[in-house]
């Protein structure tokens, strides 16, 4: 990335960098305690069969100074363990990284902040936690108390602040670090709508400044707005380098699903396809406004009763917004013999708000066997916001996944008129403000 | 590569292998945050308790109490010619060093696993800022040994100006062992159930609240095997001015301490690089 004019100067130089991690292959599964203690007691001493995982594999970029570089991938691509590495957590299995300057990273909001502590106390370890010297927490603690905004509870254990409240007060140590590269994984996707702008300010003054700003998010918007670079990891490897707007386009045109392996086997059910479908196209980034179809194939090796599939349909952060089940109008469907089956669940557009969904899948028999939790197999998609939707305030956060189609009626009314109807003085409406959860 | 121009990189992440340095000098930059950490399991451990910081004392005097009774009142063991409660008393503050030492660094990586996957700092600050709660509560309950001793009034000996050593050798070898505990922890957590159990075995290996001239002059040369054993010795003897335990024993008790404070921190640095992927 160095067709920066400004300068030629490097912050950070990724030359060969890999790392492997080991792990235990699918162990012989024994159902009972029993069963594993004997399978121990037959062989103390066997090692379990392992496999070696590359998380990432030959990755090579360079970052000028006073970049702000968004890391884009699908989950498991190796975002994670590329900031880990960047900031010194864990070290490279292969490769070298030369870093020319002090790197601060945030990967967590809030790490070590302990809920007995007061909000002061919590700044300073903090603080410390993330590289700072106590004298240097001196100097920023009044920036910092004002820009978290919660002068008035410096005094209280954190354990009686609201999530709002603790995460901003982190992030408002961790906007203070001053480190030359910044390296910030997914932790915009907190606090209040009006905190978010400020912490998207800070970033910006950050890279104004010079400094350089390493950032990971899943949220295209934001990524877009604050990162005119970036880099795109696909399984462990650069897919590519270069503006945002390109790597977002590559990145969401590859329609690829998150995660899971199929098949998948549990019990009688054998799951074979699970995607989601628009245009009769398999897509990883949903049109919002058309409605998309959720397609699973899946095989019954024998008859099965009181069989139910389904999928749970969650926000990025892990929050059910729905559940729906094949039998949950069709009470026949419990009982399905043998076969092939392919189920497809149709969801209407203008549904979600414009953001990251995951899908779980679920398959289970009523009250006796869960065979597919929804954890198990899953699919991300992104939902993008639908063809009149107002898109002109890109990085407002909104907290909210359903979407109501526009059922406001705006009319001026006078204010005298106390029959309701509507006249010609203006008035002010209440904002219409998301919901914002977590607020202090 | 555009190197051209730039300067020396301010730091350069490879993989390392083999042993590493200590790097203390990179754990005394952190040394704010080595306090800060301390500061927080001191802030923290008393917090709703009705006592409080009493507990620093009454711990220490309790356990004495307990001991005192049963083996000076039911096993009827000797006290060698000071008052019972405090031969228990002195053989305990010696004790608890050795203990808390190795029972908080054993555990702190895995109790803040959260820390060590999430951020980077020095790994060696996380137990050795343990060690801080540790002086304290050994700096009060040698206080409380001081007050005792006016009680009972019990002489003081010059030798008592030995005590930092015996107290310096017994965390060296607490923390050696610590140190091995905690590296080791991260993969297996296990080791959270032996040390425990090693410690309680210790206890009663050891003359805590015996003398090592109670044990059947054959078992001795065995006993001595033991570091911590002689360092017991010296440390009441010491105090109490009773005799102290022969000099080949004693200088056998500090190379083994130090030898495994080294080891046990060198371990450490060779196994600390798999931390954050392990824990």
Same mark, same amino acid.
């Given at each position: 990335?160095?067709?920066?004019?400004?300068?030629?100067?490097?912050?950070?130089?990724?030359?060969?960098?890999?790392?492997?991690?080991?792990?235990?292959?699918?162990?012989?599964?024994?159902?009972?305690?029993?069963?594993?203690?004997?399978?121990?007691?037959?062989?103390?001493?066997?090692?379990?069969?392992?496999?070696?995982?590359?998380?990432?594999? #030959?990755?090579?970029?360079?970052?000028?100074?006073?970049?702000?570089?968004?890391?884009?991938?699908?989950?498991?691509?190796?975002?994670?363990?590329?900031?880990?590495?960047?900031?010194?957590?864990?070290?490279?299995?292969?490769?070298?990284?030369?870093?020319?300057?002090?790197?601060?990273?945030?990967?967590?909001?809030?790490?070590? %902040?302990?809920?007995?502590?007061?909000?002061?106390?919590?700044?300073?370890?903090?603080?410390?936690?993330?590289?700072?010297?106590?004298?240097?927490?001196?100097?920023? %603690?009044?920036?910092?108390?004002?820009?978290?905004?919660?002068?008035?509870?410096?005094?209280?254990?954190?354990? @009686?602040?609201?999530?709002?409240?603790?995460?901003?007060?982190?992030?408002?140590?961790?906007?203070?670090?001053?480190?030359?590269?910044?390296?910030?994984?997914?932790?915009?996707?907190?606090?209040?709508?009006?905190?978010?702008?400020?912490?998207?300010?800070?970033?910006?003054?950050?890279?104004?400044?010079? @400094?350089?700003?390493?950032?990971?998010?899943?949220?295209?918007?934001?990524?877009?707005?604050?990162?005119?670079?970036?880099?795109?990891? @696909?399984?462990?490897?650069?897919?590519?380098?270069?503006?945002?707007? #390109?790597?977002?386009?590559?990145?969401?045109?590859?329609?690829?699903?998150?995660?899971?392996?199929?098949?998948?086997?549990?019990?009688?059910?054998?799951?074979?396809?699970?995607?989601?479908?628009?245009?009769?196209?398999?897509?990883?980034?949903? #049109?919002?406004? #058309?409605?998309?179809?959720?397609?699973?194939?899946?095989?019954?090796?024998?008859?099965?009763?009181?069989?139910?599939?389904?999928?749970?349909?969650?926000?990025?952060?892990?929050?059910?917004?729905?559940?729906?089940?094949?039998?949950?109008?069709?009470?026949?469907?419990?009982?399905?013999?043998?076969?092939?089956?392919?189920?497809?669940?149709?969801?209407?557009?203008?549904?979600?708000?414009?953001?990251?969904?995951?899908?779980?899948?679920?398959?289970?028999?009523?009250?006796?066997?869960?065979?597919?939790?929804?954890?198990?197999?899953?699919?991300?998609?992104?939902?993008?916001?639908?063809?009149?939707?107002?898109?002109?305030?890109?990085?407002?956060?909104?907290?909210?996944?359903?979407?109501?189609?526009?059922?406001?009626?705006?009319?001026?009314?006078?204010?005298?008129?106390?029959?309701?109807?509507?006249? @010609?003085?203006?008035?002010?409406?209440?904002?219409?403000?998301?919901?914002?959860?977590?607020?202090? | 590569?555009?190197?051209?121009?730039?300067?020396?990189? +301010?730091?350069?992440?490879?993989?390392?292998?083999?042993?590493?340095? !200590?790097?203390?000098?990179?754990?005394? *930059?952190?040394?704010?945050?080595?306090?800060?950490?301390?500061?927080?399991?001191?802030?923290?451990?008393?917090?709703?308790? $009705?006592?409080?910081?009493?507990?620093?004392?009454? *711990?220490?005097?309790?356990?004495?109490?307990?001991?005192?009774?049963?083996?000076?009142?039911? $096993?009827?063991?000797?006290?060698?010619?000071v008052?019972?409660?405090?031969?228990? +008393?002195?053989?305990?503050?010696?004790?608890?060093?050795?203990?808390?030492?190795?029972?908080?660094?054993?555990?702190?990586?895995?109790?803040?696993? *959260? !820390?060590?996957?999430?951020?980077?700092?020095?790994?060696?600050?996380?137990?050795?800022?343990?060690?801080?709660?540790?002086?304290?509560?050994?700096?009060?309950?040698?206080?409380?040994? &001081?007050? &005792?001793m006016a009680?009972y009034r019990q002489p003081l000996h010059w030798?008592i100006?030995?005590?930092?050593?015996?107290?310096? !050798?017994?965390?060296?070898?607490?923390?050696?062992?610590? &140190?091995?505990?905690?590296?080791?922890?991260?993969? +297996?957590?296990?080791?959270?159930?032996?040390?425990?159990? &090693?410690?309680?075995?210790?206890?009663?290996?050891?003359?805590? $609240?015996?003398?090592?001239?109670?044990?059947?002059?054959?078992? *001795?040369?065995?006993?001595?095997?033991?570091?911590?054993?002689?360092?017991?010795?010296?440390?009441?003897?010491?105090i109490l001015g009773?005799?102290?335990?022969?000099?080949?024993?004693?200088?056998?008790?500090?190379?083994?301490?130090?030898?495994?404070?080294?080891?046990? $921190?060198?371990?450490?640095?060779?196994?600390?690089?798999?931390?954050?992927?392990?824990?």
């Amino acid at each position: 990335m160095s067709s920066k004019e400004s300068s030629g100067d490097l912050a950070v130089s990724v030359r060969g960098v890999s790392k492997s991690y080991t792990i235990a292959r699918n162990r012989t599964s024994h159902v009972t305690l029993t069963e594993a203690m004997l399978h121990r007691l037959r062989r103390p001493f066997a090692r379990e069969p392992q496999d070696t995982f590359w998380a990432l594999n #030959d990755v090579n970029f360079d970052i000028q100074k006073g970049d702000v570089v968004g890391i884009i991938g699908r989950n498991g691509a190796g975002k994670s363990t590329l900031l880990k590495i960047l900031s010194r957590i864990t070290e490279p299995t292969a490769g070298q990284i030369d870093l020319f300057g002090r790197v601060g990273s945030l990967l967590e909001v809030g790490t070590g %902040f302990h809920p007995e502590l007061t909000g002061r106390e919590n700044v300073y370890l903090n603080g410390q936690i993330l590289g700072m010297r106590k004298k240097e927490i001196d100097r920023e %603690f009044d920036a910092i108390v004002e820009f978290s905004g919660v002068e008035a509870f410096l005094e209280t254990p954190v354990k @009686r602040f609201s999530s709002g409240m603790a995460v901003r007060l982190a992030f408002a140590v961790a906007a203070h670090l001053n480190p030359e590269i910044l390296v910030v994984d997914e932790v915009l996707a907190v606090g209040d709508l009006q905190f978010q702008r400020r912490c998207l300010g800070k970033l910006d003054e950050v890279s104004r400044q010079g @400094r350089t700003v390493i950032f990971v998010s899943h949220d295209m918007r934001t990524l877009r707005n604050l990162c005119p670079r970036g880099v795109y990891l @696909r399984d462990g490897c650069v897919a590519a380098v270069g503006p945002m707007e #390109d790597l977002i386009r590559a990145y969401t045109s590859e329609q690829e699903h998150d995660g899971t392996r199929l098949p998948v086997a549990s019990g009688p059910v054998m799951i074979r396809r699970f995607d989601v479908r628009q245009s009769d196209e398999r897509r990883a980034v949903i #049109d919002g406004s #058309d409605p998309f179809e959720v397609t699973v194939d899946f095989e019954l090796i024998h008859d099965v009763n009181l069989f139910r599939l389904g999928i749970y349909l969650k926000t990025a952060l892990g929050d059910t917004i729905a559940r729906s089940f094949t039998t949950d109008w069709r009470p026949e469907l419990e009982d399905l013999a043998a076969g092939h089956y392919r189920a497809t669940l149709s969801v209407p557009g203008c549904l979600l708000m414009p953001g990251v969904y995951r899908l779980g899948l679920h398959a289970s028999r009523y009250g006796i066997d869960t065979y597919i939790r929804d954890a198990d197999v899953q699919c991300e998609i992104t939902v993008m916001p639908p063809a009149s939707y107002n898109t002109a305030h890109p990085a407002e956060h909104v907290d909210a996944a359903v979407l109501l189609r526009d059922g406001w009626n705006v009319k001026r009314r006078n204010p005298d008129d106390t029959s309701g109807n509507t006249q @010609r003085h203006q008035t002010t409406f209440p904002a219409i403000a998301a919901p914002a959860a977590g607020v202090g | 590569m555009t190197t051209a121009g730039n300067a020396e990189p +301010y730091l350069t992440i490879r993989p390392r292998s083999g042993w590493a340095a !200590l790097n203390l000098l990179e754990v005394w *930059q952190f040394r704010d945050l080595l306090f800060s950490l301390a500061g927080r399991d001191l802030k923290l451990r008393y917090r709703q308790t $009705a006592l409080g910081a009493a507990w620093v004392i009454l *711990q220490p005097l309790m356990a004495a109490g307990i001991f005192s009774f049963v083996f000076g009142s039911v $096993a009827k063991l000797p006290s060698h010619g000071v008052p019972r409660f405090l031969f228990t +008393y002195a053989g305990l503050l010696a004790w608890n060093a050795f203990s808390s030492t190795l029972g908080r660094a054993s555990t702190c990586l895995v109790g803040s696993s *959260q !820390l060590v996957s999430k951020v980077y700092f020095p790994r060696l600050v996380l137990p050795l800022s343990t060690l801080v709660s540790t002086f304290i509560d050994i700096a009060v309950a040698f206080a409380m040994m &001081l007050v &005792l001793m006016a009680l009972y009034r019990q002489p003081l000996h010059w030798v008592i100006l030995l005590l930092p050593v015996w107290m310096g !050798l017994i965390c060296c070898l607490a923390m050696g062992a610590g &140190l091995y505990a905690s590296a080791l922890m991260v993969s +297996y957590r296990d080791v959270g159930y032996i040390v425990p159990v &090693l410690t309680q075995f210790l206890l009663y290996a050891s003359p805590v $609240a015996y003398a090592l001239a109670d044990v059947p002059a054959h078992l *001795q040369s065995v006993y001595v095997l033991n570091p911590l054993c002689s360092l017991l010795e010296a440390f009441r003897g010491s105090i109490l001015g009773m005799d102290f335990p022969a000099i080949g024993s004693l200088v056998y008790a500090a190379i083994v301490s130090i030898l495994a404070f080294v080891i046990g $921190a060198f371990a450490f640095r060779k196994m600390e690089r798999r931390f954050a992927d392990v824990i």
